[in-house]
C-alpha cells in the first residue's frame, strides 16, 4: 500500500496545501510553483503529476474532468480530485486530510473524484 503524494494545480488556492501541511507535515504535497506549473497546458500537468506519482488537486470543473478523460485513454494517472472552488478551505483541507489517512495511492490510480461529493 502506497501512501497519496498530492500534487496543487495552478489554479488551487495555496491556503489549501498550506492548511494541509501545517495539519499533517507527513504529507507528500508539492505546490505548482514548485512543479513549474504556470501557464501549462491541463494535459502536461496531468503527465507531470503521473511523472511524479501525484494526484492531481483541481480547482478547475470546467476543463480538467474532460482532459483526465482524454488522457487515461492513452496513460495511467494517479488520479484527480476537484475542490469546488466554492468550498470553504478547511473543508477542503480537511477532506484532502482524509483521503490522504485513509485511501492508499492504489486506490485513486484513473479515479476522478469531486470532493466532497456533491
Known amino acids: 500500500m502506497n501512501i497519496i503524494s498530492y500534487q496543487a494545480d495552478a489554479?488551487?488556492?495555496?491556503a489549501i496545501v498550506t492548511g494541509v501541511l501545517r495539519q499533517e507535515r507527513w504529507i507528500d504535497f508539492q505546490t505548482a510553483k514548485a512543479a513549474g506549473l504556470k501557464g501549462v497546458k491541463d494535459?502536461?500537468?496531468l503527465a507531470i503529476a503521473v511523472?511524479?506519482?501525484r494526484i492531481l488537486v483541481s480547482y478547475d470543473l470546467k476543463t480538467m474532468?474532460?482532459?483526465f478523460a482524454k488522457f487515461?485513454?492513452?496513460?495511467d494517472s494517479a488520479g484527480l480530485i476537484?475542490?469546488?472552488q466554492k468550498l470553504p478551505i478547511e473543508v477542503a483541507i480537511?477532506?484532502?486530510?482524509?483521503i490522504w489517512a485513509i485511501d492508499s495511492a492504489e486506490e485513486w490510480v484513473d479515479r476522478?473524484?469531486?470532493r466532497p461529493i456533491l
Do not use: F
Open 112 to 114: 476522478i473524484g469531486i
Open 11 to 14: 489554479d488551487l488556492n495555496q
Open 94 to 98: 480537511k477532506e484532502l486530510l482524509m
Open 65 to 67: 474532468p474532460s482532459e
Open 43 to 45: 494535459s502536461e500537468v
Open 72 to 75: 487515461i485513454r492513452s496513460n
Open 51 to 53: 511523472q511524479q506519482e
Open 82 to 84: 476537484i475542490v469546488p
